[in-house]
């Protein structure tokens, strides 16, 4: 059987080739701060400034619009990471690997972020920084998931062996995803339950609901930007002995 | 939200949002300058090092 190039499977060939994945990144990149900066504008103007007070919980429930969104790119980041993982270890596409590991620091540094202003929103409100209940404990995990995810990384001198050692690892630690996610059904927990994603009706008034929804697409564009940034780092020194590369550093330096 | 004061003061609040959003906005800046600062370090060391060959 002969294979004829669909444009799709052009489309596809073209993306997952290094020197085009890199010059493309580098067209991209300014549209996609612009979009992010834009919304992160209106996100924190409308949630710091315009959004009512809180009837109960005063000014303090405003950590919601970077906590909460936070929180959800700390499981939209890992399970990105392990399905990258999942196509990497099947297809063996180096682009594949090269997002599992550009994804961990910043799925780290979003589970800290979570963590901390969880922490600066818990002592106002339930007069402690930390308690050991499921959502708090489950999210913790995930963050040295991340970390051992890194370090593991690090370890293996071969890139490619440790893509794949870090790709089952990444993959084991999905079943930790479902846990942070129903860990206030499940379990009696201080942590309050869903607010945005309940089915019926999301008991958050329209005032508030849009900016947090707005930051949460801001960062999902950081996490583009970001992800970006950090894979050409990697594809660089991967493919430091190619070609493309070699080209480039004669023009660009 | 009426005024600038009261935006500042946060209800009395002002501790726990700023230093939630100051620590948020310095970890994420640092991911977006960290993979710049990388990459151009790596280019000059890639280049010196194929000078280096070159001659």
Not at chain 1, 202 to 211: F, R, V
Request: aromatic share 14%; charged share 15%.
């Amino acid at each position: 059987m002969s294979f004829v190039p669909t444009p799709i499977s052009r489309f596809f060939h073209r993306m997952a080739s290094p020197p085009h994945f890199y010059s493309l990144t580098n067209k991209l990149l300014p549209w996609l701060m612009t979009i992010f900066i834009l919304l992160l504008g209106y996100g924190l103007y409308g949630g710091l400034y315009l959004a009512p007070t809180d009837y109960q919980q005063g000014d303090s429930y405003r950590i919601i619009y970077v906590h909460v969104p936070a929180a959800w790119m700390s499981l939209f980041i890992y399970v990105v990471m392990a399905m990258a993982g999942a196509i990497g270890l099947i297809w063996r596409i180096k682009l594949a690997e090269i997002m599992v590991i550009s994804s961990a620091p910043i799925g780290a540094s979003f589970t800290f972020i979570a963590l901390v202003t969880g922490a600066l929103w818990g002592k106002p409100m339930w007069g402690t920084w930390w308690v050991w209940d499921a959502r708090l404990t489950s999210e913790l995990i995930l963050l040295f998931l991340y970390l051992g995810i890194i370090s593991l990384y690090g370890a293996i001198e071969d890139k490619r062996r440790a893509s794949r050692a870090v790709s089952i690892l990444a993959l084991v630690g999905v079943v930790n995803i479902p846990i942070i996610h129903y860990s206030v059904e499940w379990w009696n927990t201080l942590h309050q339950g869903p607010t945005v994603t309940k089915i019926d009706k999301p008991s958050i008034h329209i005032d508030m609901l849009i900016p947090l929804l707005t930051m949460a697409i801001a960062f999902k564009f950081y996490y583009l930007i970001a992800l970006l940034q950090a894979a050409k780092v990697e594809l660089l020194r991967r493919e430091q002995n190619s070609q493309w590369v070699r080209s480039m550093l004669e023009t660009e330096t | 939200m009426n005024s600038f004061a009261e935006f500042i003061l946060m209800g009395g609040y002002a501790f726990y949002v700023w230093t939630a959003y100051g620590i948020a906005f310095i970890v994420l800046l640092v991911n977006l300058i960290m993979p710049v600062v990388q990459r151009k370090q790596f280019l000059r060391e890639l280049a010196l090092k194929q000078k280096r060959i070159r001659q």
